[in-house]
């Protein structure tokens, strides 16, 4: 199974992980890799569920973004729907498996296409 179908399962969750779970695509014409890495929330002992859990991630999960000579760590936003990632300057969402958001903001919001990488 290729990896970017086994992070697409990911996200929607359809199989679930303790371990990270990589991803590639080609994103503005050059290769994008992807590792999931799940953070240090202990949802255990809590009176309701873990708020904002979607998809098997939960806010404290990361992406390590590698992509054009730069490594990025995007934590999980809190925001509903699909889990997205950002810090600020660089944002990521894979609510499509086939054509994830890339953005980048630079004064304005730069959009960089994105699709499966094959092997």
Known sequence: ???WLVAALLLL???SSAHPVAADWRCDGDPLSIELLHGAVDPTGLLHELPNSS???VPGDTLLL???GVELQLPRTN???SPSYTDGRWW???EDPDHPEFRERR???VSYPCEPLVD
């Open 1 to 3: 199974m290729s990896r």
């Open 92 to 94: 990521w969402r894979a």
């Open 55 to 57: 998809d098997g991630t």
């Open 79 to 81: 925001n509903a729907g």
């Open 13 to 15: 969750g359809l199989v």
């Open 66 to 68: 590698r992509w054009r």
């Open 107 to 109: 004064g304005a919001v």
